[in-house]
């Protein structure tokens, strides 16, 4: 079977480390540079952490896809340079695979623009945990039966914004099918403001910070004498990438554009 040529983009930051190492672990993949703004013309074998992996580093992406034939790049940097990699692969006819998160929505616009434009696939996940999917997934069921639910996102101290971006899309997921309605007693007061957290279509989101933790959440839903909880757990940032692995089988698949893992997932 033929291999899929992959570049990686980031591959020295805490994603893009884990991705080399998927694609360097995968029998179907095969990496054939990365991009890194830093150590232009050097190998990746020459950086600490990536022993007897022979392949070019670039820093100008263009070059990267003139000199070596690309099939999928996966970004895994910052918003305004996963933009840039993503319509410059396309131009070359290279399927992007973006775990970048941050973009805005007229950037998910272009970029689905330029898909069709092309008839190329492209993915954009924000979150590759197939588990985590599964989650808001099992959730947006299990709220067509329970009206009454709370949702409690725990992270690592480090994480700038709250709620996270996955409770954000579980309450999303969730309203799509719970009919909107104010929880708790009605006349119910905090008596410290904040004690019942910020409030989505009247159910609520909690959000933890603690050092130790990576990124878990759970959806609790509650009805008469009983309850369920839905909970996902990433301890280690591996946990992200047999979503990548999936992204990027699909992708090879696809010619269009896609955001969200789930809308890949049957
Ligand atoms: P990180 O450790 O900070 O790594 C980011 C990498 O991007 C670094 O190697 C950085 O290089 C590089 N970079 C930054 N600006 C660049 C530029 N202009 N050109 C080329 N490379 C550049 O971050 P991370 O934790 O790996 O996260 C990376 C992205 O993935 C973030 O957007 C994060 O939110 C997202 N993420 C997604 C998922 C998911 O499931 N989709 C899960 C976790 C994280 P320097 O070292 O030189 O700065």
Known sequence: MKKIKIVIAGPRGRMGKEAVYLVQNTDQ???????????????LSDLDGFQNIDVPIYTDIELCFQETQADVLIDLTTPE????HAKTALEYGVR???GTTGF???????????????SLGCIIAPNFAIGAVLMMKFSRMAAKYFGDVEIIEMHHDQKLDAPSGTAVKTAEMIS???????QGHPKEKETIQGARGADYDGMRIHSVRL???IAHQQVIFG??????????????????????????????????????LENILE
């Open 29 to 43: 993949f095969e990496l054939t540079a990365v991009l890194d703004r830093k150590n232009n013309g050097m190998k």
């Open 81 to 84: 340079t996963g933009m840039y």
């Open 96 to 98: 992007p695979v973006v």
């Open 104 to 118: 805005s929505k007229s950037d998910l616009d272009e970029l689905e623009a330029i898909c069709n434009e092309k």
């Open 176 to 182: 799509q099918v719970r009919e909107a309605k104010k």
């Open 211 to 213: 050092p130790g933790l």
């Open 223 to 260: 009805s008469e004498g009983q309850t369920i909880t839905i909970r996902h757990d990433s301890y280690h940032r591996g946990s992200f990438m047999s979503g990548v692995k999936i992204a990027v089988e699909t992708a090879m698949k696809l010619d269009t554009f896609v955001y969200g």
